[in-house]
């Protein structure tokens, strides 16, 4: 079993920067594809971004794309998102979530493909 834990929410002004940081217990964090998805008040929860295994491939959703970075460093078991350019729009609760198929060379954008995920962390975006 996998355990995930969110840190790195807060409040920022528009136009600034927050990075999130999901740890990651268990064996084989390495070898697992993960994801970025956030739920705002009143809307479903939505994707944000992915990252492969090894971190060559990543998605991102048209909304963050140039704003956002998705990376890892497995051998901290971790998984960032910087998030640059914060708009009003952006906040949210943001959960990490992970695929355990190992060493698959793509990622994977849709909610239903994760079987774990963190309780999340809150991001204010003020105007």
């Known amino acids: 079993q996998v355990q995930l834990v969110e840190s790195g929410g807060g409040l920022v002004q528009a136009g600034g920067s927050l990075r999130l940081s999901c740890a990651a217990s268990g064996r084989s964090f390495s070898t697992y594809s993960m994801g970025w998805f956030r739920r705002a008040p009143g809307k479903e929860r939505e994707f944000v971004a992915a990252i492969s295994w090894n971190g060559a491939s990543t998605s991102y959703a048209d909304s963050v794309k140039g704003r956002f970075t998705i990376s890892r460093d497995n051998a901290k078991n971790t998984v960032y998102l910087q998030m640059d350019s914060l708009k009003p729009e952006d906040t949210a609760v943001y959960c990490c979530?992970?695929?355990?198929?190992?060493?698959?060379?793509?990622?994977?954008?849709?909610?239903?493909?994760?079987?774990?995920w963190g309780q999340g962390t809150q991001v204010t975006v003020s105007s």
């Open positions: 979530a992970v695929k355990r198929l190992q060493y698959y060379s793509g990622t994977y954008n849709y909610q239903n493909d994760y079987e774990y």
